[in-house]
């Protein structure tokens, strides 16, 4: 066993003889005063350092562990991706998930019920009609018309913002059927 003095194994370990002072009282093996076991100072400075780097850590997913900087550098991110977020609300560019859904299903249920009262609305034309061409060409106006009523509210729905999305229910629908 090669035993050192205090410069060297500072040199050894890039140390200040001080800072190699310090970390005997931290726990650093020391044989007598002012004499050191190289390897064994070497061994106990990298078990020293990994702890160190641990307690600086942040745990993560399946053992692995992010630095400090990594972990500045990712709520950075999710900041700025909330600041953008709430710019795109303040600037109507943003409509809350379950306003759609409750739009999309309105309009669902009202091209079912503008579809379904086509034929009751056409049977009474159609019973004293003789040609089948001629009723051909009433269905087809009338299914026209729906779905230009439905365009319309397509469109009006499409260029609303926020705040106007929940008050579109309120605008000309028919009444929202349950699906049978």
């Given at each position: 066993?090669?035993?050192?003095n205090v410069?060297?194994?500072?040199?050894?370990?890039?140390?200040?003889?001080r800072?190699v002072?310090?970390?005997?009282k931290?726990?650093?093996?020391?044989?007598?005063r002012g004499?050191y076991?190289?390897?064994?100072?070497?061994a106990?400075y990298?078990?020293f350092?990994?702890?160190v780097i641990?307690?600086?850590?942040?745990?993560?997913?399946e053992?692995?562990?992010?630095?400090?900087?990594?972990?500045?550098v990712?709520?950075?991110r999710f900041d700025a991706d909330?600041?953008?977020?709430?710019?795109a609300?303040?600037r109507?560019?943003?409509?809350?998930?379950?306003?759609?859904e409750?739009?999309?299903?309105?309009l669902?249920?009202?091209?079912k019920?503008?579809i379904?009262?086509?034929?009751?609305?056409l049977?009474?034309?159609l019973l004293?009609?003789?040609?089948?061409?001629m009723a051909?060409?009433k269905?087809?106006k009338a299914?026209?018309?729906?779905l230009?009523?439905?365009?319309?509210?397509?469109?009006?729905?499409?260029?609303c913002t926020?705040?106007q999305?929940?008050?579109?229910?309120a605008?000309?629908?028919?009444?929202p059927?349950e699906w049978?």
């Amino acid at each position: 066993m090669a035993f050192v003095n205090v410069a060297r194994i500072a040199q050894v370990l890039n140390l200040d003889p001080r800072r190699v002072q310090q970390l005997v009282k931290e726990g650093m093996p020391r044989h007598t005063r002012g004499r050191y076991e190289a390897l064994k100072c070497m061994a106990w400075y990298i078990r020293f350092l990994q702890k160190v780097i641990e307690k600086k850590a942040i745990p993560m997913d399946e053992g692995e562990y992010a630095s400090e900087r990594q972990e500045r550098v990712r709520k950075m991110r999710f900041d700025a991706d909330l600041k953008e977020i709430e710019l795109a609300r303040e600037r109507s560019q943003l409509v809350a998930i379950a306003d759609v859904e409750k739009e999309i299903t309105n309009l669902a249920l009202t091209v079912k019920a503008r579809i379904m009262a086509v034929a009751p609305r056409l049977a009474p034309d159609l019973l004293g009609e003789g040609s089948r061409v001629m009723a051909q060409a009433k269905i087809e106006k009338a299914l026209r018309e729906a779905l230009a009523q439905l365009a319309t509210e397509a469109d009006r729905l499409e260029n609303c913002t926020e705040g106007q999305v929940g008050t579109l229910s309120a605008r000309g629908r028919a009444a929202p059927r349950e699906w049978t």
